[in-house]
């Protein structure tokens, strides 16, 4: 279908939208309204009737599946260009800003991610440094009560974007507001409220409408204008009602408040105090941090804010860039976010009307918890006033009834832009095909009976012919979904459902850390202590040792008063294992961490002091990682997890050992600092979806069900446990996530999702006993139809003990490996380096791809890597050095900085000391030789995993070492530094040197693909690929291997065998290679059968 067709299918609101391409506009797009068809045509219109190219639009949303979405349907409008598209999460915009242009980013230090354990530690350290009166240094039980809330308000304020100087700024102005505004609102509200109270009010707002206090941030409303918005409100609405005084009452609990003294204050008073607290310690530690080079996930996005804030340079390039701007989900902005539009925006020429669209819907703003803050649509208005407001009100998707009943709900909320911009109608009206259809209220005794009920309810769906997968269970907490597995695993009902597992409490992770125990208890003479850890350990099945064995051992050591490992040493089928626990407590003080991980895993041997290896390996791996593709997928993604979370955790200590994974464990014990990893149980193709309200956003089905619709989940009583630290109504960083008016928005959105069938489900007794309540919001909804199904407690009362005994130990659907690589897959981007694995028979090729590439199964990094990737950082370092200075850097600096790094690889001493002499004195060699080519023009580390480059269906990635880029004759020549052998031409030498040359010069080959079919170079030709060595040869030269002129036919080749090889791993086709001789012959004969498709 082309644009006229899709054109003409939009409804007259939608045309609007995407006509008006000029100018600001903010779209409010309510559910099942058809956005992402509106923001793809707007798109392709604005290409359509301008000259701009497709890299001019920006378009950012806030999921990386909103992105696809948005690339895809654009795809289908005007073909190849939408890749070229800037279509970005605000997330990787900013990686993407920060990579493109890293000499705006440079500081010429190596910082490292901190870890939680590390935050909450510098937290209180310095909170152990503060006067004693501070309101942040109460203790109880020993610990700091507010040190969780002032992490999270760090995070938040981080995410604002705001410095500690501009946050002092603005708790000044208003200071200034407060000590106007708290006299005359107090004399207004001395006595009780009544009917004169309104025209104290009146005339106190008049009053508080001189008040001019300074507006440190443009994208930050001012308190007094917050206040005379509010007390406008106040004012209209009692105008309005019959009483008058309710509305002032509800006015004066929200914004005041009595001090000590029993004197009305506004309670932004009391929040001034806190936060002026809190900024002395956010400023402590954001100085700690860069102390420590050490940085943590908020980062990112503030020095993005900060950059283009400060830099002008950078923010002309980025407007004169990016000439139409559009945002989805606009609801979900936080401050950060509105301060880079607002930057991206701010540009002369525009004259205060860019031509920037939002699209957003108050009503489904859900994330507050990250800092999104719904008034930025009310604020967007008054950045721009002239901008356009069109409201989609044409719903695709629900029924009427479902609608009706989902717009009772929603309009009991006050923060709606309904109160605040009254030409605006939000009802929306359905614009399908009439259906049977229900919106129904389902009314149970108990929760066992409500959850049996829902169960029997789908499994009633799905005899009547309904598709699992037009199914869907939403809840508000994920412990309501997963108390529903159980049961529907008795009767077999399919289900999919993203399963959060506390890594902890994996049995791979807890026999890891028992082994680890084990083998730090012998290495430290705690002679004790490994008795009893060693018949912990070796009772497990993984070890495939016989209960009479242990017995036998255990007497043995009993009646001889022998140690345990003794008694095995003795043992015809444990010695191999004995010897093999010993010569690993022997190795534990000298072998790098991520190396004992291996051996103890069993991915690697253990080497006894002559060099030899012990004639045994660790089971746990073998054990673990079967054939069965759930457990598999569950261990693999734990092992993953601690593993990542540890190597985090290190960055800070040079030669981490195996006693620090224990220590770390414990740390996340005593902290309760959680470790969780997710995993995808069942397939969503043909599933019924089980799934958080929030999760479910942006989805629809056939039938919805809304489960545990009390009012202490979901209504008025609902637990939040309150937050430590509040800010005042023009800073919100961070709404109370857990308010009614949250929760209204949570459920009209999950209510939204349902096209044909809604059940809300509530039970009146939790099983205990204690009385349940139906959610506040619903007592009064006439349009859901009250059900009451007949339930036989006695029944329900059996089955729920069976379902709680099995519950630990039920057998989830299974899945296949295409089912449980089917996300990653859909994200897959291929590069050279995966490609060179691929093809490597030497190396085990495509099934060492799979375990590596696709599965990641985590091990330790080889030296020679690590060796590698130092050389590397220092190198690229010096490259942002020369771009940032316009100067080289200091020789020494670049050593320092390669031995930094280095010592953050946790390489055994005698390998740390062998790698820095032979890098340092490399790096003398190729600096001498080289330095004075390094020039302004190069481009170090560049970044392709935003550009969308494509070869036909094949999605390609990569980052390139050095690209020398012409901006007027549009053509590059990229550097690839490389250590290790230099090599003198492409194709002699060893086999083993022609296997290194055959992959460096695809990697060559694979780069001019990555370039002239990316959207930012697409119009560059590459003219040259080097590859520098940075070793000198045996005669003590610096030499380099040039690729240039490439013959059509090579490419023509190269172009097949990576979209032969791409067509592979979307297959999940991993030939077996065993018959192919190993060696580059056999390389290039696998690669001629994988181009002809051969297999």
Not at 161 to 181: F, H, K, Q, R, S
Not at 188 to 214: M, Q, W
Not at 1010 to 1033: A, C, H, M, W
Request: proline share 4%.
């Amino acid at each position: 279908m082309d644009f006229t067709e899709r054109y003409n299918q939009l409804n007259n609101s939608q045309k609007e939208a995407v006509d008006y391409i000029n100018g600001p506009l903010m779209v409010v797009a309510g559910p099942g309204t058809g956005k992402t068809e509106l923001l793809s045509m707007r798109a392709a219109n604005i290409l359509k009737k301008t000259d701009i190219l497709p890299e001019n639009i920006l378009c950012l949303t806030f999921t990386e599946s909103g992105s696809i979405a948005m690339q895809k349907r654009l795809s289908s409008i005007i073909g190849r260009d939408a890749y070229n598209v800037s279509i970005y999460t605000f997330h990787a915009f900013g990686s993407e800003v920060i990579s493109r242009y890293r000499e705006h980013f440079y500081s010429g230090a190596q910082f490292r991610p901190a870890d939680e354990l590390n935050q909450r530690q510098i937290i209180t350290e310095i909170l152990n440094t503060l006067e004693h009166d501070n309101p942040l240094k109460t203790k109880m039980n020993g610990e700091f009560t507010a040190l969780n809330a002032i992490k999270s308000a760090i995070s938040d304020i981080k995410r604002s974007g705001l410095t500690p100087n501009e946050l002092t700024d603005i708790l000044n102005a208003n200071d200034e507001v407060i000590t106007l505004a708290e006299p005359v609102l107090r004399d207004v509200f001395a006595g009780r409220i009544s009917k004169s109270t309104f025209e104290k009010l009146a005339d106190a707002a008049e009053s508080l409408a001189t008040i001019n206090e300074p507006q440190p941030i443009a994208a930050l409303p001012r308190l007094s204008d917050v206040i005379r918005s509010s007390l406008k409100s106040a004012l209209d609405e009692a105008s309005n009602h019959p009483k008058i005084t309710p509305p002032l009452t509800k006015w004066k609990g929200q914004w005041l408040t009595q001090d000590a003294k029993k004197q009305i204050i506004l309670k932004a008073t009391a929040q001034q105090k806190r936060l002026r607290a809190l900024v002395q310690v956010y400023d402590l530690y954001i100085k700690i941090m860069q102390k420590a080079e050490l940085f943590d996930f908020d980062d990112m996005i503030a020095q993005v804010v900060r950059a283009i804030e400060t830099k002008p340079e950078l923010r002309y390039e980025l407007q004169e860039k990016y000439q139409y701007i559009m945002v989805d989900e606009f609801q979900d902005t936080n401050l950060a976010q509105m301060r880079i539009l607002r930057s991206l925006t701010d540009h002369e020429a525009n004259e205060g009307n860019p031509n920037i669209m939002v699209v957003g819907d108050d009503d489904q703003a859900i994330y507050s918890f990250q800092g999104a803050d719904v008034s930025n649509i009310i604020q967007f208005r008054k950045l721009y006033p002239s901008a356009k407001l069109i409201s989609l009100t044409e719903n695709y998707r629900s029924a009427a009834t479902i609608l009706t009943a989902a717009r009772d709900v929603i309009t009991q909320g006050e923060e709606r832009l309904e109160r605040h911009i009254k030409e605006l109608n939000k009802t929306l009206t359905p614009n399908v095909s009439p259906k049977s259809s229900l919106a129904a209220l389902v009314e149970l005794p108990t929760q066992a009976a409500e959850r049996s009920w829902i169960v029997k309810s789908v499994q009633e769906q799905i005899r009547k012919g309904e598709s699992p997968s037009n199914i869907a269970i939403l809840a508000r907490r994920h412990v309501d979904l997963e108390q529903l597995l159980p049961y529907f695993a008795k009767i077999n009902i399919p289900i999919s459902y993203e399963k959060r597992d506390n890594v902890l409490e994996n049995e791979v992770v807890q026999q890891l850390e028992l082994l680890a125990s084990v083998v730090i208890a012998i290495s430290e003479q705690r002679l004790d202590e490994s008795n009893h850890l060693i018949s912990q350990t070796f009772s497990h099945s993984a070890w495939s040792i016989p209960p009479e064995t242990l017995w036998e051992i255990s007497l043995k050591a009993y009646r001889d008063k022998i140690l345990w490992i003794e008694a095995m040493q003795s043992h015809p089928k444990t010695a191999k294992i004995a010897g093999w626990l010993i010569a690993c407590a022997g190795a534990v003080a000298h072998t790098p961490l991520e190396r004992m991980l291996d051996i103890l895993i069993g991915e690697s041997t253990i080497e006894r002091v002559k060099g030899s290896e012990v004639d045994y390996k660790s089971p746990l791996k073998n054990h673990f990682f079967n054939d069965e593709p759930d457990q598999y997928f569950s261990h693999l993604a734990n092992l993953n997890a601690i593993r990542n979370k540890l190597r985090e955790h290190s960055l800070d200590n040079d030669q981490p050992r195996l006693v620090n994974f224990i220590n770390f464990i414990q740390q996340c014990r005593d902290s309760h600092t959680s470790i969780t990893s997710l995993r995808q149980i069942g397939d969503e193709a043909n599933s019924v979806r089980l799934m958080s309200a929030h999760a479910s956003k942006g989805l629809e089905f056939n039938t919805v069900y809304l489960i545990n619709a009390i009012d202490s989940n979901w209504g008025s009583k609902a637990g939040g446990g309150g937050m430590k630290i509040s800010y005042p109504e023009n800073l919100r960083l961070r709404q109370n996530n857990s308010s009614l008016e949250e929760r209204l928005r949570l459920f009209f959105v999950g209510m939204t999702r349902a096209k044909h069938q809604l059940f809300i489900s509530h039970s009146h007794d939790s099983g205990d006993g204690k009385e349940l309540l139906l959610t506040s919001f619903l007592v009064e909804n006439s349009e859901l139809t009250r059900i009451s199904p007949k339930i036989d407690n006695l029944d329900i009362a059996e089955e729920t003990i069976q379902n709680e005994w099995y519950a630990p130990i039920i057998n989830l659907p299974n899945k296949t490996m295409r089912q449980q690589l089917s996300s990653t897959l859909d994200r897959y981007k291929l590069s050279a380096t995966h490609i060179n694995n691929f093809i490597d028979i030497t190396k085990g090729g495509p099934q060492q791809f799979l375990l590596n590439n696709l599965l990641h199964f985590p091990s330790a990094r080889n030296p020679h890597a690590s060796y590698g990737n130092a050389i590397h950082i220092a190198l690229q370092q010096a490259h942002d050095y020369m771009r940032a200075h316009n100067q080289p850097q200091a020789e020494e600096d670049i050593l320092r900085s390669f031995e930094q790094t280095l010592r953050q690889e946790h390489l055994s001493s005698e390998e740390y000391e062998h790698f820095s002499s032979k890098g340092v004195e490399a790096l003398r060699s190729f600096l001498k030789e080289k330095y004075s080519s390094f020039n302004v023009n190069q481009q170090a580390e560049i970044n392709f995993a935003h550009q969308q480059s494509r070869l036909r269906s094949a999605h390609l990635t990569g980052k390139i070492d050095v690209a020398d880029i012409d901006i007027e004759s549009k053509t590059i020549s990229v550097t690839d530094y490389k250590t290790g052998s230099p090599l003198k031409d492409w194709d002699k030498g060893t086999d083993y040197q022609k296997i290194n040359a055959h992959k460096y010069r695809q990697q060559l080959l694979f780069y001019k693909l990555l370039i002239e079919n990316s959207r930012d170079f697409r119009n560059y030709k590459f003219i040259s690929g080097t590859l520098q060595f940075v070793e000198p040869n045996k005669t003590g030269e610096i030499t380099s291997l040039e690729l240039s002129n490439i013959p059509e036919e090579e490419m023509q080749r190269f172009s097949k065998l990576v979209e032969a090889i791409w067509q592979h791993i979307q297959d999940l086709s991993f030939p077996d290679v065993s018959e192919y001789d190993q060696n580059y012959k056999g390389i290039k004969a696998f690669e001629d059968d994988l181009i002809n498709g051969v297999i």
